[in-house]
C-alpha cells in the first residue's frame, strides 16, 4: 500500500510526535510506501529520515490558525496569514507534482484538521481522504478558518475522520461534520516513550545499592 502523509505545519507537538510513531511501524513493511509532506524543513525532516521515510517540504500552510484576544490583534494577525494562505496554497500543489506522482498513491492521510493540502491533492486525484482530528479548534486553541464555511469544506473533501477521543468525535459532529464518517482511534503510546514512575525509579535504586552491597 501506498500512503502519502500530510503533516502539521510545526515542527513539534503530539500531532507529529504520533505521525513519526504511526508511520514508523508502517514502513516496517516492506510492500508498504510511506511519503510524509512537510511545510518547510524541520526537525521532523531529520527524525523521518533517520527512520528511512521519504519526506518532501513543499511549504503549504494552515487553514486553521489559532486566535488572539481582541479584535484588533486578530485582524492584525488574520490578514497577512490569509494572503500567505493563498499564495501557498496553489505553490505547494505544485511542488508536490514536482517530487512525487499523486496518482500512484492508494490514501492520503492528513494528520491534524488544521492543514487542508491533503484534502485538495485528495479532490484534484480522486483519491480517498483520512482526516485526523486531533483538538476542538475553537475550544482549545481559539482557532479562526481563512476558509469561509470550512465545516462544509471538511465535509466535501474527506472520506473517513479519525478523532482521538469521544469528547473530540462529539464535538466536531456538533460542529456538523457527518457522524458516520468519524470514528474514534486513541493515539497508540510506544513502551519506549514511557517513563517510569518516581516510585518505579526509587525501587530500582534500592535494589541496585542492595546488589552493589552484597556481590561477590
Known amino acids: 500500500m501506498k500512503i502519502l ?13 504520533s505521525l513519526l510513531n504511526l508511520t514508523e511501524v508502517l514502513n516496517r513493511n516492506p510492500s508498504n510506501r510511506v511519503v510524509v509532506l512537510t511545510s518547510g524543513i524541520t ?5 523521518l529520515e533517520l527512520l528511512g521515510i521519504e519526506n518532501y ?12 484576544t481582541g479584535i484588533l490583534r486578530l485582524i492584525i494577525k488574520f490578514i497577512p496569514r490569509l494572503l500567505q494562505y493563498y499564495i501557498s496554497y496553489r505553490s505547494a500543489i505544485q511542488k508536490v507534482e514536482q517530487v512525487i506522482n499523486v496518482d500512484e498513491f492508494d490514501i492520503i492521510h492528513t ?15 480522486s483519491k480517498p481522504h483520512v482526516w485526523h482530528i486531533r483538538e476542538f479548534a475553537e475550544e482549545d486553541y481559539k482557532c479562526v478558518s481563512l476558509r469561509k464555511n470550512y465545516i462544509k469544506y471538511m465535509s466535501d473533501n474527506a472520506d473517513v475522520y479519525i ?3 469521544e469528547a473530540v468525535r462529539k464535538a466536531w459532529i456538533e ?3 457527518p457522524e458516520a464518517k468519524i470514528t474514534k482511534i486513541y493515539n497508540g503510546v510506544s513502551i519506549e516513550n514511557i517513563q517510569k514512575s518516581s516510585i518505579e525509579q526509587k525501587k ?6 542492595y546488589y552493589s552491597r552484597h556481590s561477590l
Open 5 to 17: 502523509f500530510i503533516a502539521d505545519v510545526g515542527p513539534t507537538g503530539g500531532a507529529n510526535f
Open 43 to 47: 526537525s521532523l525532516n531529520k527524525k
Open 57 to 68: 517540504a513543499v511549504g503549504f500552510q494552515a487553514f486553521m490558525i489559532p486566535g488572539e
Open 111 to 125: 494528520n491534524l484538521n488544521r492543514c487542508d493540502l491533503g484534502a485538495a491533492l485528495a479532490r484534484k486525484y
Open 163 to 165: 478523532a482521538i477521543s
Open 175 to 177: 460542529k456538523g461534520l
Open 204 to 209: 530500582d535504586k534500592i535494589l541496585k545499592n
